[in-house]
């Protein structure tokens, strides 16, 4: 885990409000996958992205959520109008987008919709 | 990807090797078998991968079978801080999405 950045690492939040989670990349890596852990399931994949673009969002939800790599700064995951059904840990997890290129993980944000 | 098989859970004496077994019956020609473990709610921890070969490194050995339908992840010496759940994982080395699709894995309990 070492390097790569998720902050904050609780966030509470009430439900209609947005919920902005970052992921810092560990250095040299540019890509960038999001998953979701809900409570006693195994993480699912959301989306996978680069400087810039999105390469893969099968797992996203349609509506609310949505993701960003920007050239500067990290990765955001972004949750509008958040329900009670969104409270997770979200972790990201980063390489350098070579084949078979191990995925480095964060420690996670903890994110609770009250 | 392939699905995998773990056990739900094992229990493991502090001290001695802690054998953990995966099926993955479906495997292709060129998906790797990658370990993950996770510690009590913290971020997914990289032990270890192969494609064919037994792997070994500071953490644990891979074997995997010759017809590749199974593996076993050994960790050498158990300690209490081993205690976590290891995901099994086979995926495709590369390729437009690198996604890591994981199972429910086997919860590890090393005992005192």
């Known amino acids: 885990n070492a390097g790569v950045m998720q902050n904050p690492r609780h966030l509470v939040r009430r439900r209609g409000q947005e919920a902005r989670l970052r992921c810092s990349p560990m250095?040299?890596?540019?890509?960038v996958y999001w998953y979701r852990q809900l409570p006693e399931e195994g993480l699912k994949f959301m989306v996978y992205l680069q400087k810039e673009n999105i390469i893969d969002e099968s797992g996203m939800p349609k509506e609310r959520f949505s993701a960003e790599f920007p050239k500067e700064g990290p990765s955001i995951l972004r949750i509008q109008q958040v329900v009670r059904g969104d409270s997770a840990a979200y972790f990201c997890?980063?390489?350098?987008?070579?084949?078979?290129?191990?995925?480095?993980f964060g420690p996670g944000t903890r994110l609770l919709v009250l | 990807d392939a699905k995998t098989t773990q056990p739900p859970s094992m229990d493991c004496a502090e001290g001695r090797a802690a054998n953990l077994p995966c099926n993955h019956s479906t495997i292709s020609g060129n998906e790797y078998v990658y370990w993950y473990r996770q510690i009590h709610s913290q971020g997914p921890q990289y032990i270890i991968h192969g494609l064919k070969n037994n792997e070994t490194n500071e953490m644990a050995s891979l074997i995997i079978t010759e017809d590749r339908k199974s593996s076993t992840l050994i960790l050498p010496h158990a300690t209490l801080r081993d205690t976590a759940v290891y995901y099994c994982?086979?995926?495709?080395?590369?390729?437009?999405?690198?996604?890591?699709?994981f199972g429910t894995g086997t919860l590890l309990a090393v005992q005192p």
């Open positions: 997890a980063t390489n350098r987008g070579a084949p078979k290129e191990t995925q480095y």
């Open positions: 250095k040299g890596h540019s890509h």
């Open positions: 994982i086979v995926r495709v080395g590369g390729g437009a999405t690198n996604k890591l699709i």
